[in-house]
């Protein structure tokens, strides 16, 4: 190989490191954001949060918030995934009040 072919080879292999850097940075940061977004979100089978007024209020209004997306999604609850989340809903309240 000439040296003009060796430089070109190098410079192209620092360009395609450089690359496949960004991207391994992008993914992580891609799986950093998801992990955080899923750890906020409430397990659907943990009980609500009643650990003071203040959350006990908060995770009221967030069930009164999912139900009423399902209302709107179903109003009669007419399939079995509606009323099979109306119900687990109905449960959470419950255990809230209690």
């Not at 687990?88 to 809230?96: P, S």
Request: hydrophobic share 40%; net charge negative; glycine share 4%.
């Amino acid at each position: 190989m000439s040296s003009h072919n060796q430089t070109g080879y190098i410079i192209g292999m620092n360009i395609i490191k450089k690359d496949a850097c960004r991207l391994l940075i992008l993914w992580s940061l891609l799986f950093m954001f998801t992990t955080a977004l899923q750890a906020a979100q409430s397990h659907p089978l943990a009980p609500p949060d009643t650990s003071s007024p203040r959350a006990t209020l908060k995770t009221f209004l967030e069930i009164m918030r999912q139900g009423r997306t399902l209302l709107e999604k179903d109003p009669y609850l007419e399939s079995k995934e509606s009323l099979s989340e109306d119900e687990r809903l109905e449960e959470r309240v419950e255990f809230l009040i209690d």
